[in-house]
């Protein structure tokens, strides 16, 4: 594209026209010229086809509008009011009955920005939706440390009589691999479960292990599982379970 004065010339000579037509209409209103009746309108006419009136011939010069004397379902009267609008506006705006082509093809700038600016706006939303998604997956995870841990938490105070009712607990909400850690951390402190130890090393899953541990705790002599019990911080449940236990 090359430029000439205030005007870039380009290779289509109705978008030539219109630019022109703008220019002039309003060279005119800043010398406080009179215009006539759809000055923006009468102006590219007459740039684009010598001619300042809309009619069939010149309708069927305008790029886009493809304007059929035999099917027409408004009069050129509309046509060309629709037209002073979309020049006047400087493409901005096109209404009816004019087809969106002729905004295509007189103001392809204003069609480029449009579709940027939509496409902006459309990376807004997709971004504020991944933000609020991402909010929403980091809130789901933070509750369900906060549960792991209140679970973890709540293993600590078990006994290798009580882990398989805590296991029972927790089962539904998490899967057996993300116990397993803080279930064999836990299974260090027990003579009575030091038989298991092996199945760390193994692909068992926690519910077979926790299997095991019953069978172990049936086994394991009764002394062995009282001291047990006094492994876990809750000191005064211990005495509570130990007394129990003389008693029966």
Not at 56 to 70: E, F, K, M, Q, S
Not at 103 to 131: C, N, Y
Not at 156 to 165: E, G, S, W
Request: proline fraction near 5%; hydrophobic fraction near 40%.
């Amino acid at each position: 594209m090359k430029r000439t004065g205030r005007l870039p010339v380009t290779l289509k000579p109705a978008r030539q026209a219109a630019l022109q037509a703008i220019i002039s209409v309003e060279d005119a209103r800043r010398d406080g010229r009179r215009l006539p009746a759809m000055p923006f309108l009468r102006a590219f006419l007459r740039l684009l086809t010598g001619s300042g009136r809309l009619n069939t011939g010149t309708a069927l010069r305008i790029p886009g509008l493809n304007w059929n004397v035999r099917h027409r379902t408004c009069t050129l009267k509309q046509v060309g009011e629709a037209l002073e609008q979309l020049l006047a506006s400087r493409g901005e705006t096109c209404p009816l009955p004019l087809p969106g082509d002729v905004q295509t093809e007189l103001f392809p700038e204003v069609m480029h920005s449009r579709r940027e600016r939509r496409s902006q706006r459309q990376k807004l939303v997709f971004d504020r939706r991944e933000r609020q998604e991402e909010k929403r997956r980091e809130q789901i995870w933070i509750r369900r440390q906060s549960l792991l841990n209140q679970a973890l938490t709540e293993l600590t105070f078990q006994t290798p009589r009580t882990v398989n009712a805590w296991y029972s607990r927790w089962a539904e909400e998490f899967e057996g691999r993300e116990l397993e850690a803080g279930f064999w951390r836990w299974q260090q402190r027990f003579a009575s479960l030091h038989d298991i130890s092996w199945m760390r090393f193994t692909s068992a899953p926690l519910w077979e292990v926790l299997l095991e541990v019953r069978f172990s705790v049936n086994e394991t002599a009764e002394q062995i599982l009282r001291a047990d019990c006094w492994l876990v911080p809750d000191k005064i449940g211990c005495v509570n379970l130990r007394q129990g236990l003389e008693r029966a």
